[in-house]
């Protein structure tokens, strides 16, 4: 069974369908996305600092020393001519076990403008993460198109090399039967077989390189990767691309880079906002239950309701000082976004370019393959005819050979631009 029929009994892997095993699989991606959720979570924990926050205390055990109350003979003035109490007396806080329970409950009021803040930069923290999960996203698919592309330029190059080994076969053998008829030199039978190792030597390359591209794609869909599959082969060029100024207005509104520097202009100025709520006394509402356990004297079940004040009126200069620091980042951050829009029409604008070169070299480069292959043909008639030296023939065989390698590097290089053209623009 020969290597074709072999590969059509593997599965077909199409580059959509791989694009969307690494969307659902692919392990780096996975990771980002739990971050999304990490980030939701991180907002409904601010979130729930809204609400009353509900303290309890419990202390329990026993007097290291033997704390009393003395009340003094009369202390509490006289009945009927007798002293209340007849005489000094000494009662003790407790006996054996003792301890004392608190409970607090406090609802913030001025504190809940700081929490809003805080909510809605959290909130902005949820988008980032979703924008770097885009971004993992595209990166995963734009290296899922460069692998799939390196396959197929892999898998043609050795068929490539597998077609020349054919050649080399028939041409020693030709030679052989020249060298027997001492119409031609043994040296030229020896030269034959040289070529003939290398070219089958290269298949060898070919083979083991066509292997690990395929273990890598398969490591990026997130399979085993032992994986078979085989590859669909993609028309030689796709046409033309959409113009500068319209790629350059779709890299903008779609590129995760200019998303996530715009959220952090508006995390920025949340952050400015929340150190300047720092000037705001923190102000709310309180409820204390405190009850002593196993005391003589002390009152139990103890409520009381009232507001709780706290704030640092004196901090040297610390709450200015901070909100200077946040102003200086915001302004920061608003120079990162220009240059990350800069950066990114940058990005467009090489790959739109490098895209139409690497369309002008593929025509070039089959014209070359053509001639050459045509000139191959003609040389192996004028071969046959005895019109021409072994060594012409070799050098031809030779010239093709190159000629549909350079072809093939070009049809990659097309479809690799094609694939950085399409990260540039912001796609999956």
């Given at each position: 069974m020969g290597a074709q029929e072999v590969a059509d009994d593997l599965p077909e892997l199409t580059l959509s369908h791989a694009i969307e095993l690494a969307i659902d699989h692919n392990r780096p991606v996975k990771i980002t996305q739990l971050d999304i959720t990490k980030a939701h979570w991180q907002v409904l924990q601010t979130k729930a600092k809204r609400f009353p926050e509900i303290s309890t205390y419990f202390f329990g055990g026993g007097n290291l020393t033997s704390p009393s109350f003395t009340f003094q003979k009369g202390i509490f003035g006289t009945i009927n001519n007798v002293p209340s109490p007849a005489q000094d007396t000494h009662i003790k806080l407790s006996q054996g076990f003792?301890?004392?329970?608190?409970?607090?409950?406090?609802?913030?009021?001025?504190?809940?403008?700081?929490?809003?803040?805080?909510?809605?930069?959290?909130?902005?923290?949820?988008?980032?993460?979703?924008?770097?999960?885009r971004a993992k996203r595209q990166s995963v698919v734009a290296d899922v198109r460069q692998a799939y592309y390196a396959i197929l330029q892999t898998e043609s190059s050795l068929q490539t090399a597998r077609a020349t080994v054919k050649q080399y076969q028939e041409t020693d053998r030709v030679v052989l039967q020249y060298v027997a008829e001492e119409s031609a030199l043994k040296s030229s039978s020896l030269e034959v077989k040289a070529k003939l190792a290398q070219s089958q030597?290269?298949?060898?390359?070919?083979r083991d390189s066509l292997t690990t591209q395929k273990e890598y794609l398969n490591n990026l869909l997130g399979r085993d990767l032992d994986t078979p599959f085989r590859t669909q082969q993609?028309?030689?060029?796709?046409?033309?691309e959409m113009d500068l100024t319209l790629a350059r207005q779709t890299c903008l509104s779609q590129r995760p880079e200019v998303k996530e520097a715009e959220i952090d202009v508006h995390r920025a100025d949340y952050d400015r906002k929340l150190a300047k709520a720092q000037y705001i006394p923190d102000i709310g509402a309180a409820f204390h239950y405190l009850t002593?356990?196993?005391?003589?004297?002390?009152?139990?079940?103890?409520?009381?309701?009232?507001f709780e004040v706290k704030w640092d009126p004196f901090d040297w200069g610390g709450r200015h000082d901070d909100?200077?620091?946040?102003?200086?980042?915001?302004?920061?951050?608003?120079?990162?976004?220009?240059?990350?829009?800069?950066?990114?029409?940058?990005?467009?604008?090489?790959t739109f370019r490098k895209l139409s070169e690497s369309r002008s070299l593929v025509a070039v480069a089959g014209a070359a393959r053509d001639a050459?292959?045509?000139?191959?043909?003609?040389?192996?008639?004028?071969?046959?005819?005895?019109?021409?030296?072994?060594?012409?023939l070799l050098e031809q065989q030779a010239a093709a050979i190159n000629a549909n390698q350079e072809y093939q590097q070009s049809l990659l290089a097309f479809w690799s631009a094609k694939a950085n053209f399409e990260k540039a623009l912001g796609e999956e």
């Amino acid at each position: 069974m020969g290597a074709q029929e072999v590969a059509d009994d593997l599965p077909e892997l199409t580059l959509s369908h791989a694009i969307e095993l690494a969307i659902d699989h692919n392990r780096p991606v996975k990771i980002t996305q739990l971050d999304i959720t990490k980030a939701h979570w991180q907002v409904l924990q601010t979130k729930a600092k809204r609400f009353p926050e509900i303290s309890t205390y419990f202390f329990g055990g026993g007097n290291l020393t033997s704390p009393s109350f003395t009340f003094q003979k009369g202390i509490f003035g006289t009945i009927n001519n007798v002293p209340s109490p007849a005489q000094d007396t000494h009662i003790k806080l407790s006996q054996g076990f003792t301890g004392n329970v608190l409970i607090q409950i406090a609802q913030p009021l001025t504190q809940l403008y700081k929490i809003h803040l805080a909510i809605r930069e959290q909130e902005l923290g949820a988008d980032l993460a979703g924008q770097k999960y885009r971004a993992k996203r595209q990166s995963v698919v734009a290296d899922v198109r460069q692998a799939y592309y390196a396959i197929l330029q892999t898998e043609s190059s050795l068929q490539t090399a597998r077609a020349t080994v054919k050649q080399y076969q028939e041409t020693d053998r030709v030679v052989l039967q020249y060298v027997a008829e001492e119409s031609a030199l043994k040296s030229s039978s020896l030269e034959v077989k040289a070529k003939l190792a290398q070219s089958q030597y290269q298949v060898a390359q070919l083979r083991d390189s066509l292997t690990t591209q395929k273990e890598y794609l398969n490591n990026l869909l997130g399979r085993d990767l032992d994986t078979p599959f085989r590859t669909q082969q993609v028309p030689p060029i796709s046409p033309e691309e959409m113009d500068l100024t319209l790629a350059r207005q779709t890299c903008l509104s779609q590129r995760p880079e200019v998303k996530e520097a715009e959220i952090d202009v508006h995390r920025a100025d949340y952050d400015r906002k929340l150190a300047k709520a720092q000037y705001i006394p923190d102000i709310g509402a309180a409820f204390h239950y405190l009850t002593p356990i196993n005391t003589q004297i002390l009152p139990q079940n103890i409520a009381s309701a009232g507001f709780e004040v706290k704030w640092d009126p004196f901090d040297w200069g610390g709450r200015h000082d901070d909100v200077k620091q946040k102003e200086t980042i915001v302004e920061q951050s608003k120079f990162q976004l220009q240059e990350t829009r800069s950066q990114v029409l940058l990005d467009v604008d090489n790959t739109f370019r490098k895209l139409s070169e690497s369309r002008s070299l593929v025509a070039v480069a089959g014209a070359a393959r053509d001639a050459a292959d045509e000139k191959l043909r003609e040389v192996t008639d004028q071969f046959s005819k005895s019109t021409v030296l072994m060594r012409d023939l070799l050098e031809q065989q030779a010239a093709a050979i190159n000629a549909n390698q350079e072809y093939q590097q070009s049809l990659l290089a097309f479809w690799s631009a094609k694939a950085n053209f399409e990260k540039a623009l912001g796609e999956e």
